[in-house]
């Protein structure tokens, strides 16, 4: 079925690094703009990264600019977020999200249909 | 940054009660919203894009309106499985901006 399993999270200290995968299955992975998501315990939701379809077109949060990096390899229907330089802050559940980029009367739009269950980052001395 | 401001942030309501959540935009965003369904320990679903596009499998229940800077998420008639918190996200501008959330709890 149609699923994006994460892993990689863990306990790190602060200043370390930490790679998260999201892997892809039941579609053609490599049609499909991708995002990165987190949620701190007890917060709301915030957007992390998004990447295009090549990994040609990427953003990023200002809060992780300069730290986080998205990537995708579409041959291995894989999506990832090489995180460094963590701190405190970056602990969060952090899920990865497929973007339907809906065309709408010509108009494209955003629809996060499927997420992954989530993975725990916590960064912690 | 756009921001986006949910309201209320809780809300308590009864079986087949009708709920109404906003959200507005610091800046016009045109329709350029989707809101959000999570469960306790749970991914977010997608209920709605484009404002008011439902999206394919959510219950008819479920309704959004809005464009520019106010938007709307009704529940026509609560149902036990809609207790969640409820999310806006703007998709006008990077980076994506969400509402800090509704939630929605049992009376």
């Known amino acids: 079925q149609v699923q994006l399993v994460e892993s990689g999270g863990g306990l790190v200290k602060p200043g370390g690094s930490l790679r998260l995968c999201c892997a892809a299955?039941?579609?053609?992975?490599?049609?499909?703009?991708m995002s990165w998501f987190r949620q701190a315990p007890g917060k709301g939701l915030e957007w992390v990264s998004c990447?295009?379809?090549?990994?040609?077109?990427?953003k990023y949060a200002d809060s992780v600019k300069g730290r986080f990096t998205i990537s995708r390899d579409n041959a291995k229907d894989s999506l990832y977020l090489q995180m460094s330089s963590l701190r405190a802050e970056d602990t969060a559940v952090y899920y990865c999200?497929?973007?339907?980029?809906?065309?709408?009367?010509?108009?494209?739009?955003?629809?996060?249909?499927?997420w992954g269950q989530g993975t725990m980052v916590a960064v912690s001395s | 940054a756009i921001q986006m401001t949910q309201s209320p942030s809780s809300l308590s309501a009864s079986i087949g009660d009708r709920v109404t959540i906003t959200c507005r935009a610091s800046?016009?965003?045109?329709?350029?919203l989707g809101w959000y369904q999570q469960k306790p320990g749970k991914a977010p679903k997608l209920l709605m894009y484009?404002?008011?596009t439902l999206q394919s499998g959510v219950p008819s229940r479920f309704s959004g309106s809005g464009s520019d800077t106010d938007f709307t998420l009704t529940i026509s008639s609560l149902q036990p499985e809609d207790f969640a918190t409820y999310y806006c996200?703007?998709?006008?501008?990077?980076?994506?901006?969400f509402g800090q959330g509704t939630k929605v709890e049992i009376k």
């Open positions: 999200a497929r973007d339907l980029d809906v065309v709408v009367g010509g108009a494209h739009f955003d629809g996060f249909d499927i």
């Open positions: 299955s039941g579609f053609t992975f490599s049609d499909y703009y």
């Open positions: 990447i295009d379809t090549s990994g040609s077109y990427i």
């Open positions: 800046q016009g965003i045109r329709s350029d």
């Open positions: 484009a404002a008011s």
């Open positions: 996200l703007q998709d006008y501008d990077y980076p994506r901006t």
